[in-house]
């Protein structure tokens, strides 16, 4: 997992500050969306997902924020400590009515590195 | 523990010498995925299975083959490995399909020389 961080945006926040990590999904007919974070040497890992049919949705110290107006998604996290450091992906799917494809399609990522 | 496990987990080989990567979860999951991740590219779909016997490709099935015999496995097979294979393979699966989050593999980095 070491080059997965290579060539990515990255988001350097301070410690105990807020993270935004934002992401723009490609396909208006997309009705599920999932963040994931991957560890250095670490398989992609659950975080969040969301419906179509809301705009917001919260976790354990993550949000996640859904506008199908401009495509935007975006995972907001709180008090951001060292071991959240990580690579962010963000996926869509047309699965969710049923209708769609069950493939999710990820984004390219985001690192976050987290200053003590 | 719920997992999903892979082997190897490291592999250099040679172009053309058939290899097959395994997968195995104990969960029960209906719906199983192989993805690669190459830098820049984030995660791509390479095969999928909604269940046992039922397998379909996902965006780059070319020079892979999958199978699905029993509901816990799916293995990766390269029959004829080529270098731009080279990459870090990911298995993972999840309950259903569509809906669901998946659980991912910890990895197998695939060097082919």
């Known amino acids: 997992g070491e080059s997965v961080g290579l060539h990515l945006p990255t988001l350097s926040v301070q410690e105990g500050d807020n993270s935004i990590i934002n992401c723009a999904y490609s396909n208006s007919a997309s009705d599920y969306f999932i963040w994931y974070k991957q560890e250095s040497g670490k398989g992609p890992q659950f975080i969040i997902d969301?419906?179509?049919?809301?705009d917001k949705r919260q976790g354990q110290r993550v949000t996640v924020l859904l506008n199908k107006t401009v495509k935007h998604l975006s995972l907001q996290i709180a008090a951001t400590q060292p071991g959240d450091s990580a690579v962010y992906f963000c996926a869509e799917s047309t699965g969710y009515s049923g209708a769609g494809s069950y493939q999710l399609t990820f984004g390219k990522g985001t690192k976050l590195s987290v200053i003590p | 523990e719920a997992q999903v496990t892979q082997n190897p987990r490291y592999l250099i080989t040679v172009t053309g010498k058939k290899l097959t990567v395994t997968c195995s979860q104990n969960m029960n999951h209906e719906y199983m995925s192989w993805y690669r991740q190459d830098p820049g590219l984030g995660l791509r779909q390479i095969y999928y299975?909604?269940?046992?016997?039922?397998?379909d490709k996902g965006d780059v099935p070319e020079g892979y083959k999958v199978s699905r015999k029993e509901k816990r496995n799916f293995p990766l097979i390269l029959e004829s490995p080529s270098p731009n294979q080279t990459s870090l393979y990911f298995c993972?699966?999840?309950?259903?399909?569509?809906?669901?989050?998946?659980?991912f593999g910890p990895g197998t980095r695939l060097t082919v020389t």
């Open positions: 299975s909604m269940n046992v016997e039922v397998t």
């Open positions: 969301i419906r179509s049919n809301m």
């Open positions: 993972a699966s999840s309950i259903g399909i569509g809906a669901y989050e998946q659980y």
